[in-house]
């Protein structure tokens, strides 16, 4: 699918700080995952430049892309689920940065956070996810001994499934399911749990979690990939 967005019109810079708070503001009341922000800034500090702030001609905001590039065995094992997304450590993850790399290593970019703001300088809304992605695709693979074999994102919204389902991406089977314990109290704090899950064969949350009935259902996210 082609992008509308016209390269030399659109601006690349890094993430600055209040952009990258906001970010995680956001990623925090979208659904409650253990990500600390020290963690987010290590994923933006260990590869910059797959961090990108686009603003227009004018210096206007018009999104953001944060994206991890990690090494495939723990790339593979993140699709599964047996690594969870808030405990990329990039020091082990990530793939060496050196510019004289002796030998090739393949690497899957993991999209974090994508967003296109609703105020975009006066820039064309249409193809933005597609240029983004296009965009640190081709960082990635101009990077010497790296060879890209795929992306991946943990989706949290229906707008969020739908953009990357667009941009070709499938759904692994790995789903993380946020659960509300239901209070006895009017003051108690309301307790929230993380519970992994594969899908059925049907696309459904497995029958034994469904029929949690001590407990709701606040927030689905749900792993997706492309290979390259």
Not at 38 to 63: H, N
Not at 64 to 76: F, G, K, M
Request: proline share 5%; hydrophobic share 40%; aromatic share 10%.
């Amino acid at each position: 699918m082609a992008s509308t967005f016209e390269p030399d019109t659109i601006l690349r810079g890094t993430v600055e700080d209040e952009v990258l708070q906001e970010v995680y503001a956001s990623d925090q009341d979208m659904y409650p995952a253990p990500l600390t922000f020290a963690r987010l800034k290590s994923w933006v500090d260990g590869c910059p430049d797959l961090s990108i702030s686009f603003r227009s001609s004018m210096s206007q905001p018009v999104g953001v892309i944060i994206a991890l590039p990690i090494r495939q065995p723990y790339w593979d094992n993140l699709l599964k689920g047996t690594l969870k997304e808030t405990d990329i450590d990039p020091e082990v993850a990530f793939p060496s940065r050196s510019e004289n790399a002796a030998t090739t290593e393949e690497v899957g970019l993991h999209v974090f956070h994508i967003e296109r703001f609703a105020e975009s300088g006066g820039v064309r809304k249409r193809g933005f996810a597609q240029f983004a992605v296009d965009e640190i695709v081709q960082r990635a693979s101009l990077r010497e001994g790296w060879k890209v074999v795929g992306l991946s994102a943990l989706t949290a919204t229906p707008a969020g499934k739908k953009t990357f389902h667009r941009l070709g991406f499938f759904p692994t089977g790995y789903v993380e399911v946020f659960i509300a314990k239901e209070s006895d109290g009017a003051d108690d704090k309301q307790e929230v749990r993380m519970v992994s899950a594969y899908l059925d064969d049907h696309q459904q949350l497995p029958a034994w979690l469904k029929g949690v009935v001590s407990h709701r259902i606040i927030s689905q996210s749900e792993m997706t990939a492309k290979y390259l």
